[in-house]
């Protein structure tokens, strides 16, 4: 089984762009999905991104289509999730999740509940 582990968290400002990663440890992505969730400080957790690794279909929350981008490397080793134009309500933790289960829609990966494996988190903080 895979287990995700993010980094590349942080303190940026206003307009500043961020990289973060999630690297498989003990298994590659292939043949998962990987989705990118965040928790805002007093919030629900919620979606942010998600790539299919077969055929890499991707999808994004409405509140960051346009500023962030997912993607993958070749290896199967690594999913990112680059932000650029943050803004202060992007600040929360931010965790990385993979699915084994495959559903047509991507729009089934928008839920957590539909992930198997977790990472612990990392903090990106937006100052304004």
């Known amino acids: 089984q895979v287990q995700p582990v993010e980094s590349g968290g942080g303190l940026v400002q206003t307009g500043d762009s961020l990289r973060l990663s999630c690297a498989a440890s003990g298994d590659t992505f292939s043949g998962y999905t990987v989705g990118w969730f965040r928790q805002p400080p007093g919030k629900e957790r919620e979606f942010v991104a998600a790539?299919?690794?077969?055929?890499?279909?991707?999808t994004y929350a409405e509140s960051v289509k346009g500023r962030f981008t997912i993607s993958r490397d070749n290896a199967k080793t690594t999913v990112y999730l680059q932000m650029n134009s943050l803004k202060p309500e992007d600040t929360a933790v931010y965790f990385c999740?993979?699915?084994?289960?495959?559903?047509?829609?991507?729009?089934?990966?928008?839920?957590?509940?539909?992930?198997?494996?977790w990472g612990q988190g990392t903090q990106v903080t937006v100052a304004s």
């Open positions: 790539l299919r690794w077969s055929g890499g279909s991707t």
């Open positions: 999740a993979a699915s084994l289960k495959y559903y047509n829609s991507m729009d089934f990966y928008r839920s957590p509940e539909n992930y198997d494996y």
